[in-house]
């Protein structure tokens, strides 16, 4: 700016390092909930899904893709949220740590700024704080393999924490009877124990449980009425316009099937 003229200190500028994300490249950046764990039992999550906390979680991811440029998809799950710049973003200059970091502080300051909307009268303890690192990823087919990537944690985690305090709140076991019992357990005995014992069908679970939270732009046609006045008379007309709205999603994501009914989120 003119108010900043040059002076002899100017030089330190040069240190600055370039951080500048490859061009073409779909920039992710993952935020990760610090010690959450421990969050989630100060502020007594219910296990082992707290809805209210995925709710307000979803919520702040919201307002990131809102108010910040670029973002064409966005994958949440437990304290964890991943954003997709698309691959010819040019916002702040493709900078790493810009992008990261407004990405980081519009998320957390969502976090505690919406969080009477999902805790109400429960008050939160503490400030909290979230990673972020950016990863980029040259082709659709890696990307594509990124998100499939967290979801298949998604699942895994969910499946695991499911039986796990299925056995402790509804089996009477420990925490570490729990923990040893599922020790070497595959996916097939996980469901196996769920259903025999308490017969829970685990494809009936809820699916943002089992899938995660997808939020994407997609055209919405709202139809308004009006009134107008035509050479002195009332008229009702209607209008349509369609503008762009996040939605959210809870499907899987792995497949086809969501990125075929949804071929705007990927470039060529
Ligand atoms: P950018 O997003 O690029 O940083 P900006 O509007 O934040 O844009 P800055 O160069 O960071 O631009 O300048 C911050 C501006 O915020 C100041 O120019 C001033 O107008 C305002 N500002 C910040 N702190 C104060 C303060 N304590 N009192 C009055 N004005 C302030
Ligand atoms: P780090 O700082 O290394 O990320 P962490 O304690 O946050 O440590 P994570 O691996 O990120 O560890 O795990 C997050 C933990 O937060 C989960 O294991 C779970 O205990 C808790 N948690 C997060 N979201 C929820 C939720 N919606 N409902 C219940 N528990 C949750
Ligand atoms: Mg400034
Ligand atoms: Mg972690
Ligand atoms: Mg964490
Ligand atoms: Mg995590
Ligand atoms: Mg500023």
């Not at 100017?10 to 421990?38: A, M, P, Q, S, W």
């Not at 670029?70 to 949440?76: E, F, L, S």
Request: charged share 25%; hydrophobic share 35%.
């Amino acid at each position: 700016s003119p108010v900043m003229a040059k002076s002899k200190f100017e030089y330190v500028r040069n240190f600055e390092t370039d951080d500048t994300c490859l061009r073409n490249c779909y920039i992710v950046v993952r935020l990760d909930g610090r010690n959450f764990h421990k969050f989630a039992d100060q502020h007594n999550f219910a296990k082992p899904n707290d809805d209210r906390a995925l709710g307000l979680m979803t919520r702040s991811a919201r307002s990131v893709m809102e108010e910040l440029e670029d973002i064409v998809i966005a994958y949440g799950q437990s304290d964890e949220y991943s954003f997709v710049f698309k691959r010819s973003s040019n916002w702040f200059k493709r900078r790493a740590s810009k992008l990261m970091t407004h990405v980081a502080s519009q998320f957390s300051s969502s976090y505690v700024f919406y969080w009477r909307d999902y805790f109400g009268e429960q008050p939160l303890l503490y400030p909290p704080g979230f990673d972020g690192r950016v990863v980029l990823y040259p082709s659709n087919r890696n990307l594509r393999d990124y998100l499939s990537w967290r979801q298949a944690d998604c699942h895994i985690n969910n499946l695991y924490n499911t039986v796990f305090w299925s056995l402790v709140l509804k089996g009477g076991l420990s925490t570490v009877q729990a923990e040893d019992r599922l020790k070497g357990t595959v996916a097939g005995d996980k469901n196996e124990i769920l259903f025999s014992e308490f017969n829970i069908n685990y494809n009936n679970e809820p699916l943002h449980h089992r899938k995660g939270t997808a939020l994407i732009w997609e055209k919405i046609d709202e139809t308004t009425t009006k009134q107008i006045k035509v050479s002195n008379e009332e008229k009702e007309v209607t209008v349509t316009r369609s503008r762009k709205r996040v939605t959210a999603h809870h499907c899987d994501i792995i497949g086809d099937q969501f990125w075929n009914e949804h071929p705007e989120i990927l470039e060529d």
